[in-house]
């Protein structure tokens, strides 16, 4: 199956089903009143963190996504069935990415836990019946309310994958052969740089109750941070990892490991400075070489905790595994959502706003936009309270401090009116 940790979709909520305009028709009952009933509300769309699903591949050829619609309302008083909500299923560890229609992209949500479950997209609210307009000077009301049209916005998916561990180094340092030694994962593996093309998962068992999962990221070279060999694909997936595991070529020179350590240090760094926090357990591998144990007696001047390990003989290989988990045990999952993202407003903090272009004036907002849509006004008993909302809004005052006369355009959402 092919790895895609990016997508980007778009998804619908169900339209509201409309009121009904209906009247008693009862058996000695000649003048019935209103029983219009309610149409059913739209269905929702919902993001959910599946543990079945390792990559959004999904995604590559089916990008649209709509929940359905509320059906309307009957006569004698009945309510339409409402729309069944849709569940979209994504990798748990997917960062959601939301942009409402003509809205800039924010961060949403992080769905890091297997089964969470967000509402992306909310069905819109059945509209009323022609019951529910009756008062005691409107005993008739010939108007119902339409369904309200439900969010519809665009995603952007960003898989971070769910790993304990990280295995990190240069090209052919010997990442894909430990993840193979110390787990079931079967990466390919060659001898030649770049054999490992795509992130690859493995669980590492410590005990029979004792496990964790390791990540190894194809190869870093210079300049991955700004997409160096696909770097910048693969440097996400360390993020959420509590531990790295820093990988020396035990084959080379002590100046070119060297060289290679402050490669990936810098790269971890360019791209988020929060990596190189991480706790990092250093290790030499190759250890079945002789030039690698030699490496590894110059290397402990400087680094005293470094581990040497062969993955081919075994050597050293479990006591790293469990200075591992050790780390593990020890550290904080780590946060990977943005760092503005709780200063985002996803509501606008006034109720409307009017702006005045090319002679239209143009009225936003969110009560105002879906008051508009759900009024009927093919009917003047609906147009009239229309009316009489805006009013109490304060919209009808503003206009006119803004210089609307009589004649001129008003604009609300894809409604045109001439203001009077």
Same mark, same amino acid.
């Given at each position: 199956?092919?790895?895609?940790?990016e997508?980007?979709?778009?998804?619908?909520?169900?339209?509201?089903?409309?009121?009904?305009?209906?009247w008693?028709?009862?058996?000695?009952?000649?003048?019935g009143?209103?029983?219009?009933?309610?149409?059913?509300?739209?269905?929702?769309?919902?993001?959910?963190?599946?543990?079945?699903?390792?990559?959004?591949?999904?995604?590559?050829?089916?990008?649209?996504?709509?929940?359905?619609?509320g059906?309307?309302?009957?006569?004698?008083?009945? !309510? +339409?069935?409402?729309?069944? #909500?849709?569940?979209?299923?994504?990798?748990?560890? @997917?960062? /959601?990415?939301r942009? &409402?229609? *003509?809205?800039?992209?924010?961060?949403f949500?992080d769905?890091?836990?297997?089964?969470?479950?967000?509402?992306?997209?909310r069905?819109?609210?059945?509209?009323?019946?022609?019951?529910?307009?009756?008062?005691?000077?409107?005993?008739?009301?010939?108007?119902?309310?339409?369904?309200?049209?439900?969010?519809r916005?665009t995603?952007?998916?960003?898989?971070?994958?769910?790993?304990?561990?990280g295995?990190?180094?240069?090209?052919?340092?010997?990442?894909?052969?430990?993840?193979?030694?110390?787990?079931?994962?079967?990466?390919?593996?060659?001898?030649?740089?770049?054999?490992?093309?795509?992130?690859?998962?493995?669980?590492?068992?410590?005990?029979?109750?004792?496990?964790?999962?390791?990540?190894?990221?194809?190869?870093?070279?210079?300049?991955?941070? !700004? +997409?160096?060999?696909?770097? #910048?694909?693969?440097?996400?997936h360390?993020?959420? @990892?509590? /531990?790295l595991?820093? &990988?020396? *070529?035990?084959?080379k020179?002590?100046?070119?490991?060297?060289?290679?350590?402050?490669?990936?240090?810098?790269?971890?760094?360019?791209?988020?400075?929060?990596?190189?926090?991480?706790?990092?357990l250093?290790?030499?591998?190759?250890?079945?070489?002789?030039?690698?144990?030699?490496?590894?007696?110059?290397?402990?001047?400087?680094?005293?905790?470094?581990?040497?390990i062969?993955?081919?003989?075994?050597?050293?290989?479990?006591?790293?595994?469990?200075?591992?988990?050790?780390?593990?045990?020890?550290?904080?999952?780590?946060d990977?959502?943005?760092?503005?993202?709780?200063?985002?407003?996803?509501?606008?903090s006034e109720?409307?706003?009017?702006?005045?272009?090319?002679?239209?004036?143009?009225?936003?907002?969110?009560?105002?936009?879906?008051?508009?849509?759900?009024t009927?006004?093919?009917?003047?008993?609906?147009?009239?309270?229309?009316?009489?909302?805006?009013?109490?809004?304060?919209?009808e005052?503003?206009?006119?401090?803004?210089g609307a006369?009589?004649?001129?355009?008003?604009?609300?959402?894809?409604y045109?009116?001439?203001y009077s």
């Amino acid at each position: 199956m092919q790895f895609i940790d990016e997508a980007s979709i778009t998804v619908a909520a169900g339209r509201g089903g409309d009121g009904k305009v209906a009247w008693r028709r009862e058996k000695f009952i000649p003048k019935g009143g209103p029983a219009g009933g309610d149409g059913g509300h739209g269905g929702s769309v919902y993001l959910e963190a599946s543990p079945e699903l390792s990559t959004l591949v999904e995604f590559r050829f089916k990008r649209q996504f709509a929940a359905d619609s509320g059906k309307p309302g009957g006569t004698s008083n009945k !309510s +339409g069935r409402s729309g069944d #909500d849709l569940v979209i299923a994504v990798p748990a560890g @997917t960062l /959601v990415y939301r942009a &409402l229609e *003509d809205e800039p992209e924010h961060f949403f949500a992080d769905l890091n836990q297997p089964g969470e479950r967000v509402l992306i997209a909310r069905g819109g609210r059945g509209g009323l019946g022609n019951q529910h307009f009756a008062t005691s000077t409107r005993q008739a009301p010939r108007f119902a309310e339409k369904g309200e049209p439900g969010e519809r916005c665009t995603l952007r998916l960003e898989l971070r994958l769910l790993a304990d561990c990280g295995i990190i180094g240069v090209p052919n340092a010997g990442k894909s052969t430990l993840l193979s030694a110390v787990s079931a994962a079967r990466p390919k593996i060659a001898d030649y740089p770049f054999t490992t093309l795509e992130p690859q998962l493995g669980v590492v068992r410590i005990s029979d109750e004792e496990s964790f999962v390791m990540v190894d990221v194809p190869g870093l070279i210079e300049g991955a941070h !700004s +997409g160096a060999g696909l770097g #910048d694909q693969f440097l996400r997936h360390v993020e959420r @990892t509590r /531990v790295l595991i820093h &990988l020396l *070529d035990g084959s080379k020179d002590l100046d070119e490991i060297l060289a290679d350590k402050a490669t990936i240090e810098n790269e971890l760094r360019a791209w988020n400075e929060r990596l190189v926090e991480k706790p990092v357990l250093l290790a030499v591998s190759k250890l079945d070489l002789p030039t690698a144990r030699e490496r590894l007696r110059e290397l402990r001047d400087q680094f005293p905790h470094i581990y040497g390990i062969s993955a081919a003989t075994r050597e050293g290989v479990q006591e790293l595994m469990y200075a591992a988990a050790r780390a593990i045990a020890t550290s904080e999952l780590p946060d990977v959502a943005p760092a503005d993202a709780a200063v985002i407003n996803l509501r606008p903090s006034e109720p409307f706003s009017i702006k005045k272009e090319d002679g239209t004036f143009i009225i936003a907002g969110e009560r105002v936009e879906r008051l508009a849509a759900m009024t009927d006004f093919d009917s003047d008993e609906g147009l009239a309270r229309f009316e009489q909302i805006l009013a109490k809004m304060g919209v009808e005052k503003k206009l006119r401090e803004l210089g609307a006369a009589e004649g001129d355009t008003v604009r609300i959402g894809p409604y045109e009116f001439t203001y009077s």
